[in-house]
């Protein structure tokens, strides 16, 4: 039985499919073993390589990365980069939040018990965050980070 492969579908075909599309090519019985391998193997795509044959890609590197045929590579688009930055942005605020919490800042603040190194400290992390909030990820990805406060 001949098997064919249709990059522009990412679809096999065999001989006694109705319709089979014209990018189609045969593949032999190891490709064809190798290939389905690959693509149900996180979400790999088969493209033509630089030498003519059929390649596999490399999985694909993330939910916000999409397959662009022309290429041959996966991309990522302007708008899903700012998606991750703005995620990156709330991770890192999550995180300070976290710290600050953990030393009991806030609490001690409102009670009038920090120290005066306590104080200087909350204050950089106060300021760290506003940092933070500040960063432009419309720019994604050539994004200067703000640098947390030593610990």
Known sequence: MTIKFS??????????TGVIPEDAVVVTHEQHLSLISGMNDGERRVYIGTTGELTLSDSKPSQ??????????WTISDDARVQLAEGERYRRIQEANDFINRQQWPGKAAMGRLKDTEKAQYNLWLDYLDALEAVDTSSAPKINWPVPPEV
């Open 7 to 16: 990059v522009n579908k990412q679809a096999f075909y065999d001989e006694n």
């Open 64 to 73: 916000w990365h999409t397959w662009d045929s022309g290429s041959g590579s």
